[in-house]
């Protein structure tokens, strides 16, 4: 029990000393480098390693042990020149056009996150494009999908999991019952019971493509064969529920901040076509 009490209070003692340093101090100098708290904290907002570092002594021990051993590498990267090589200004050059591109969409994002005004006005002209669809569905698995094969069934191939699908897909538009074929042929084993009900579908939870089918599909209507990397796909919306403004401002957010993205990039740059090609 003494023992116990003792690391408390030196992990106490130990946190302690460590919520004295303050923002414009450097914790991690090496070479003429250095980063200040502040910097640092800043650069690595977001990451789950510096999340469990303000909680545990040991991860952030550990944490400033990997960067400090970056900044020792980059120190001596410099001292040899290697940031002025050519080979190297081109990858550095790489690495932060990706950087710029992401930051501006966040940028884009945040900025619609704060105009409340925009996203009103947008959300009541598409109150029914941010309605949740309630969706059924069977899917027909292909080789090579992450979805555990169905037992006794075949592990088709991506041709033959298509052709099943199609064959499917035409016995349901002939009458056939959706839930009873679902049970019968379905390669979800979560919603086999359910006869193919996977529940209301958020905005940003499924793919691209299966995303925008169950929220442009009619109510009642089935969706052609759509492709996944699950396998193949035939929906149908039970039902839309309308979802509160509250509810999808992050999802129009990110719309719109891609929308911007989009308007950007349409006539942002030109390719030689002696290089690329048409």
Do not use: W
Not at 144 to 173: I, N, T, Y
Not at 257 to 273: E, P, Q, S
Request: aromatic share 6%; hydrophobic share 45%; proline share 4%.
């Amino acid at each position: 029990m003494f023992r116990r009490i003792a690391v408390a209070l030196a992990v106490a003692a130990c946190c302690a000393a460590q919520a004295q340093v303050s923002d414009n101090t450097p914790v991690i100098e090496a070479g003429g480098l250095a980063i200040t708290k502040a910097d640092f904290e800043q650069m690595l907002e977001g990451d789950p390693r510096m999340a469990r570092a303000k909680t545990q002594p040991e991860a952030k021990l550990a944490l400033g042990n990997d960067f400090g051993k970056a900044f020792a590498m980059e120190v001596e990267a410099r001292k040899r020149k290697l940031d002025q090589s050519p080979s190297v200004q081109l990858k550095i050059r790489n690495y932060t056009t990706q950087l710029l591109a992401n930051e501006l969409l966040v940028s884009l994002r945040k900025g619609y996150l704060k105009d409340d005004a925009a996203l009103s006005a947008v959300y009541e002209k598409n109150k029914d494009a941010y309605a949740e669809p309630h969706v059924r569905q069977i899917l027909v698995r292909a080789k090579g999908s992450e979805v555990a094969l169905r037992p006794g069934k075949p592990d088709l191939s991506v041709e033959q999991a298509r052709a099943k699908a199609e064959s499917l897909r035409a016995r349901l538009a002939g009458g056939a019952d959706f839930a009873a074929l679902a049970k019968a042929e379905s390669d979800d084993l979560g919603s086999l019971a359910s006869g193919g009900d996977i529940g209301f579908v958020q905005k940003g939870t499924t793919s691209a493509a299966f995303e925008a089918a169950a929220y442009s599909l009619p109510v009642g209507q089935l969706s052609g064969v759509i492709q996944t990397e699950y396998g193949f796909h035939i929906l149908r919306v039970e039902e839309r529920r309308p979802m509160p403004l509250e509810a999808v401002k992050g999802v129009m957010a990110n719309d719109l901040a891609h929308r911007d993205m989009d308007a950007i990039i349409l006539n942002g740059y030109k390719l030689n076509a002696g290089y690329f090609g048409k």
